[in-house]
């Protein structure tokens, strides 16, 4: 598969896996409000994997939560990783690259096994696998 092709296959998947908005950062779950506020908090953040993680000092509820997205997270990335013809792992951090960008100040982000960020203002300092700045 060429360059080109993965990066079309990567789009694709993150832009249906958005779609879908299993619990990411942007999305349009409904989330609780013990999430939502360790997602404000930067106690809970995004990665460049495409799975959320503990960033921080959380409940055990908040916890579950986020093991309970990132398994529907992997499922997801396991069927458009199928009908795409890439990894799971290419699905998911093609989603992260789209995830990344649309994080809000405040919000907690880590890139590959880097300490985790909160993000300011700006842009941030994607991976290098991703197509643009967030």
Do not use: H
């Not at 060429?2 to 409904?30: C, E, H, I, P, Y």
């Amino acid at each position: 598969m060429t360059r080109k092709m993965v990066k079309s296959a990567w789009m694709a998947a993150a832009a249906m896996a958005l779609a879908g908005g299993l619990g990411f950062a942007g999305g349009a779950q409904a989330q609780s409000p013990d999430l939502a506020a360790a997602l404000s908090s930067g106690a809970v953040g995004e990665q460049a994997d495409g799975y959320m993680g503990v960033a921080g000092s959380v409940s055990p509820t908040v916890r579950k939560e986020v093991e309970s997205i990132n398994i529907k997270r992997r499922q997801v990335y396991t069927d458009l990783a199928g009908k795409r013809g890439v990894t799971v792992q290419d699905a998911a951090a093609a989603t992260a690259c789209q995830t990344l960008t649309r994080l809000k100040s405040g919000q907690a982000y880590r890139i590959g096994g880097g300490a985790w960020q909160t993000k300011g203002s700006g842009a941030i300092a994607l991976p290098s696998y991703c197509a643009s700045g967030g």
